[in-house]
């Protein structure tokens, strides 16, 4: 048990719906990260929060997406008008930033999203 | 842009054998590397990391990677594998923009 939660775990929509996943990282980290993976792939990195704070989306994320933590605990990720290409596994995770945990990042199990 | 390569896209060995896998990153300053594993249906686990001293680094499961700096490679190794290693592999390295960059992974296959 990681500790990062996730909701929900599977997802199936029609093509053109809107989906929202939710993300608890865990307690006290201060920074919340979103990646999305697909099979026989990688991890890729769509954004990330410090606090309540979004400092980086990469050029992944249209704005089709959103993502927030309003109160720098947990995070919604919200995909608008979804097309068949957004389907993948939409992963969270979060990190400590101190001296002694340094940058390692912790990943929930992930919800996967499959658009019809 | 930072980069990861993962050189083995599928490896099958048997039991017993000895692991080597490529990463090689590409960002010519300081760095910190990861090694992740994802078991099947399972989420990612942190499998060992360096961020300095000693380039040698030790993770759970009998795990080492060795950074050599002017290779700017982390290879991840294992004397001895087991049937329970089967899984997939992630290089990742944190360096620069504040999130980390993933290789494309390494499916780890062990036959009894």
């Known amino acids: 048990d990681t500790g990062v939660s996730q909701d929900p775990r599977h997802k199936i929509t029609k093509r053109g719906q809107n989906v929202t996943f939710r993300c608890d990282p865990i307690?006290?980290?201060?920074?919340l990260y979103w990646y999305r993976q697909t099979l026989g792939q990688g991890p890729e990195f769509l954004t990330y929060?410090?606090?309540?704070?979004?400092?980086?989306k990469s050029r992944l994320l249209s704005n089709r997406f959103s993502a927030e933590r309003p109160k720098g605990s947990f995070s919604t990720l919200e995909i608008q008008r979804t097309e068949q290409g957004d389907s993948a596994m939409y992963l969270c995770?979060?990190?400590?930033?101190?001296?002694?945990?340094?940058?390692?990042?912790?990943f929930g199990e992930g919800s996967w999203l499959t658009v019809v | 842009a930072q980069s990861v390569s993962q050189h083995n896209h599928h490896v099958i060995l048997s039991e017993a054998a000895s692991l080597e896998l490529g990463c090689n990153y590409s960002y010519g300053g300081t760095v910190n590397l990861f090694w992740y594993v994802q078991y099947p249906g399972q989420h990612l686990q942190l499998l060992l990391k360096y961020f300095s001293g000693d380039p040698l680094v030790k993770g759970i499961k009998g795990f080492e990677a060795e950074f050599i700096k002017s290779k700017f490679s982390f290879n991840l190794r294992k004397p001895s594998v087991q049937w329970s290693d089967t899984a997939e592999y992630f290089c990742?390295?944190?360096?620069?923009?504040?999130?980390?960059?993933f290789g494309s992974g390494t499916r780890l296959q062990v036959q009894p």
């Open positions: 929060f410090q606090n309540e704070a979004q400092l980086e």
């Open positions: 990742a390295v944190f360096a620069g923009r504040r999130a980390l960059t």
């Open positions: 307690s006290e980290h201060n920074r």
């Open positions: 995770a979060s990190s400590l930033t101190d001296s002694l945990s340094g940058n390692t990042i912790y």
